[in-house]
């Protein structure tokens, strides 16, 4: 399934399987039976196998169920001189090591987007979502399986905004220099260009200029200004909104 794909469920039963499993991240399967089908955990199997076949839902390499949101699982290696690094799409069990990496790159107060992105999954503890509301995509960049980088990609389920999505990315400051942060950018926007989305857009506090130009450097362009939209250690700050066309 892609986050593309509508909703569409032909059983009552099914379809809360789908939004507790969407709802709580990877889950044990025993666990949503007595939360969703307490009396009928043949009929829960069952649903669930439809819900795999249909490509909704996936499981984990542990056996737990997930949100089956991509179906590029290809990983990528790029080896450098001195490092060799992985970007691929994230799973669950990813979401304390993206939380960290956020928390890492906007301690310095000028990513607030990205900030407000971190507190929300963290909040979560769903990482991937696709529902009524919103679709939410990541792709990491792991050393050593250790997730260092990130990009995400999210879009409101709103026929008038379906074609854009908003984007963060980040690297942690120790592996920057090494092109992680233009390999996450291009898989995220590869992505999103295979799912329809014609415009990818992202906000950032104009102090932020390391951010900027990378993606001034990469394509996109500032499309206005908001002045004095944060106030950061007490100083107001213009925010740069800037944007690229798929």
């Known amino acids: 399934m892609t986050l593309r794909r509508p909703l569409e469920f032909d ?37 669930v196998a439809i819900l795999r076949r249909n ?9 737990h169920l997930e949100v089956a949101v991509d179906s590029d699982e290809t990983e990528e290696e790029y080896d450098r001189e001195d490092l060799s690094f992985r970007v691929r799409p994230a799973r669950q069990a990813d979401l304390t090591g993206i939380v960290g990496a956020m928390r890492q790159v906007v301690e310095d107060g000028r990513y607030i987007v990205a900030e ?17 509301i919103e679709s939410r995509m990541f792709f990491v ?14 879009s409101p389920e709103l026929e008038k905004l379906a074609h854009t999505a908003e984007l963060t990315l ?48 990469h394509g996109w362009a500032i499309e206005a200004v908001r002045e004095d939209h944060y106030v950061i250690d007490g100083e107001y700050v213009d925010e740069t909104m800037l944007a690229v066309e798929l």
């Open 170 to 217: 980040g690297v942690l400051e120790e592996y920057r220099g090494n092109g992680i942060g233009s390999h996450l950018l291009q898989r995220g926007l590869q992505w999103a260009a295979s799912r329809g989305y014609e415009k990818v857009y992202q906000s950032l506090p104009a102090t932020n200029e390391e951010a900027i130009a990378f993606l001034e450097e």
């Open 11 to 47: 059983h009552d039963d099914r379809k809360s399987i789908y939004e507790y499993v969407e709802e709580h991240g990877a889950v044990d399967p025993d666990v949503a039976q007595t939360d969703c089908l307490p009396h009928d955990a043949g009929g829960f199997r069952h649903h």
């Open 141 to 154: 960049a792991t050393v050593d399986d250790e997730v260092v980088g990130w990009v995400h990609l999210r």
């Open 116 to 132: 407000s992105v971190a507190q929300e999954v963290d909040h979560d503890q769903a990482l991937l979502r696709h529902n009524e």
């Open 55 to 63: 490509g909704y839902l996936a499981r984990t390499d542990d056996g």
